[in-house]
């Protein structure tokens, strides 16, 4: 059988598909994929004695009867969507990819997708959401059997939309194989996930397939401030049709601020002649280029201006990305914390630049970087601190396997000699410890940040995971 003639039987029988030959049941179909910890094709037999019909390789195995693929984790995507009826095809599918924004990116684009009236999927960083039914998201961008269920579960929902936040581990697993992307956004690129990708150039090929696979009606938009944005552009012109954007520059999707402070942007989009004023709730220059990164998907979606800035005006707030933590206490006593999921050095330096000119006393900042992870952005991480911040709070993150006092000697490589204003960075491994030192520090005016983790409600240390979470160890501390 050839793999042509698999997909059409999965399609019309409905088969299972399955990549973990322990979760193999009687008839699936396997397929060995090569994984970054281990290989599939090492777990064949496996599959058979637990019951797999079908065994879809990239290389003939010695006594057994494969179907070749030629890249078996493009193969399990196109299964997985076959098996399920093939439900992105019935959906209008949206793509974010970058290094920072993808989150607040993608729930402006809902925002403005179901304030047309319309029902739209979410696959992101925090969630899994099928317009009826959320599930916390383990992974920024899940495996594609769960991309194809929830999928499925979304047209079920009656939603015609789908917004994918695309991870550059994603892309270059072929997680996102099998789906056709109406419109895809890029933000920026900076160093991060150098653990993996182990080039910057490597990480910038990874994001670049979301673009390279676009189909011939695909739109680019792409972010004029960015040069990795236009190296993009250089490899899919003059295939791919190109939306830019940016802020005060002659691009296709333009804005002009009229204000920006604690409480949000007012500015105007500027489209082919048309005008639109948006009145956002996120703070910060960046989250204006967020506010056109899916203004751009949407038009890439056919939804107008008007409702495009009605959608926009209408979102509150994004989950962990610079989210206040209300308080009567803080009130009070005239300090203001905010929760930000910023965990690479450019991501800091935006937060930190949008809360410096908010900030009548101190700005105080706390973070700390994951474990087994990339290390390269630990001192940029202090760098950035350094520069921007008026006190400086190192703390864990998630450690996960890594002893946390040598992550934390890693960011301190980044700190200068002399440290400006002669304060010696404070360092606490105990995040709970940190976070109340942070908040009992501040004084009337000023801004406590609490960095890294955003939304997140739990800290890995070792391999155990356990509840934990800055907004309401912020609280307490209060």
Request: contains cysteine; aromatic residues 6%; hydrophobic residues 40%.
């Amino acid at each position: 059988m050839t793999f042509k003639q698999l997909l059409a039987l999965v399609q019309s029988d409905g088969l299972r598909i399955c990549a973990d030959s322990r979760k193999i049941q009687l008839g699936d179909v396997f397929v060995a994929v090569f994984g970054t910890q281990v290989d599939g094709h090492d777990y064949i037999n496996t599959a058979l004695t637990n019951g797999a019909a079908y065994i879809v390789t990239q290389r003939p195995v010695e006594g057994t009867d494969c179907i070749i693929a030629e890249d078996t984790a493009t193969a399990l995507g196109l299964l997985a969507q076959a098996s399920m009826g093939n439900p992105s095809s019935k959906l209008t599918n949206l793509a974010v990819t970058g290094t920072n924004g993808k989150t607040t990116v993608a729930y402006m684009t809902r925002s403005i997708i179901e304030h047309t009236g319309a029902k739209c999927g979410l696959i992101g960083t925090i969630e899994y959401n099928t317009g009826k039914t959320v599930a916390p998201a383990p992974l920024t961008t899940p495996d594609a059997i769960t991309i194809a269920r929830t999928a499925s579960e979304t047209v079920l929902n009656d939603a015609s939309y789908m917004v994918i936040e695309a991870s550059s581990h994603a892309l270059s697993q072929k997680r996102l194989a099998g789906i056709s992307f109406t419109a895809a956004a890029f933000t920026n690129l900076t160093g991060d996930h150098l653990d993996y990708h182990k080039t910057e150039d490597d990480y910038l090929d990874a994001k670049m397939l979301l673009f390279t696979d676009l189909p011939p009606h695909g739109l680019a938009v792409l972010n004029a401030e960015s040069d990795a944005a236009h190296t993009i552009a250089e490899i899919i012109e003059p295939a791919t049709r190109l939306l830019w954007y940016g802020i005060d520059r002659p691009v296709d999707i333009n804005a002009k601020v009229h204000r920006m402070d604690s409480g949000g942007s007012e500015f105007s989009i500027i489209f082919e002649n048309y005008s639109e004023k948006v009145t956002t709730h996120l703070p910060g220059r960046h989250n204006i280029l967020n506010c056109l990164a899916a203004t751009g998907l949407c038009l890439g979606a056919g939804i107008g201006l008007g409702e495009i800035a009605a959608g926009l005006s209408a979102l509150q707030i994004v989950p962990g990305r610079l989210q206040p933590v209300l308080s009567e206490v803080a009130d009070q006593r005239g300090i203001r914390v905010f929760v930000d999921y910023a965990h690479t050095d450019d991501a800091l330096v935006n937060v930190l630049k949008t809360l410096k000119p908010l900030c009548e006393g101190r700005l105080i900042v706390l973070f700390g970087c994951g474990g087994d992870r990339d290390k390269t952005k630990r001192p940029r991480m202090a760098t950035a601190a350094e520069e921007l911040a008026d006190m400086v709070i190192v703390t864990s993150d998630n450690p996960r396997t890594e002893n946390p006092d040598a992550i934390i000697a890693d960011i301190a490589r980044g700190f200068s000699s002399e440290i400006k204003r002669g304060q010696t960075p404070f360092i606490e491994p105990d995040r709970a410890k940190a976070i109340q030192y942070a908040v009992q520090q501040a004084e009337a005016g000023d801004i406590v940040l609490l960095a890294g983790k955003g939304h997140e409600d739990y800290q890995i240390i070792g391999a155990e995971k356990k509840h934990f979470s800055d907004f309401e160890e912020a609280l307490k501390a209060i």
